[in-house]
T-cell receptor, first 117, second 112 residues
């Protein structure tokens, strides 16, 4: 299998607080994990690529000091939204890459819905 | 111009119909082509994965890639109400585990 979990599935927080989202590959080790953001009725936009034991690579326009990514092990990556504001409200989805049948494929988590009041 | 163009729909067809979903792209470096299905408020689920040009069939699903026209398609035969979801095309230059560019998604509804 290739199961990726995220926690929490939904979070509501006050403006100015920080929120941590966990992404875990449950039945495989993932060298690379990815973090995406999806606004309503829009596609997934890559925020950053995370490799175990090294600093994340952020896409253009994504503030690395606001969206802190830690990839501490081959099965866990965390995204912390610091000093969250209402415009950060979105659906955050992670994925983890797995080598299968000679090919590497991304498997996605179920997503975390963040609402900042 | 977006790198990947996909008609957002919505597309509504009767149960049992053949569904055709399409994407066009502009980057000739893309070599890996994927189709994901996403139910409301859920993460995307990989349906089909194709490398370079050609066809690939898996059950009721067929993926086609025409690199000369920069055009990819997903066909769903004998469509079912449970197929109702948003379908996202996606592509990558190096491997499906590297940076993926997604289409905007097509919302599909299968009427019983």
């Amino acid at each position: 299998g290739a199961v990726v979990s995220q926690h929490p599935s939904r979070v509501i927080c006050k403006s100015g607080t920080s929120v941590k989202i966990e992404c875990r590959s449950l039945d495989f080790q993932a060298t690379t994990m990815f973090w995406y953001r999806q606004f309503p009725k829009q596609s997934l936009m890559l925020m950053a690529t995370s490799n175990e034991g090294s600093k994340a690579t952020y896409e253009q326009g994504v503030e690395k000091d606001k969206f802190l990514i830690n990839h501490a092990s081959l099965t866990l990556s965390t995204l912390t939204v610091t000093s969250a504001h209402p415009e950060d409200s979105s659906f955050y989805i992670c994925s983890a890459s797995k080598l299968a049948g000679g090919q590497e494929t991304q498997y996605f988590g179920p997503g975390t819905r963040l609402l900042v009041l | 111009q977006k790198e990947v163009e996909q008609d957002p729909g919505p597309l509504s067809v009767p149960e049992g119909a053949i569904v055709s979903l399409n994407c066009t792209y502009s980057n000739s470096a893309f070599q890996y082509f994927m189709w994901y299905r996403q139910y409301s408020r859920k993460g995307p689920e990989l349906l089909m994965y194709t490398y370079s040009s050609g066809n690939k069939e898996d059950g009721r699903f067929t993926a086609q890639v025409d690199k000369s026209s920069k055009y990819i398609s997903l066909f769903i035969r004998d469509s079912q109400p449970s197929d109702s979801a948003t379908y996202l095309c996606a592509m990558s230059s190096y491997s499906s585990a590297s940076k993926i560019i997604f289409g905007s998604g097509t919302r599909l509804s299968i009427r019983p």
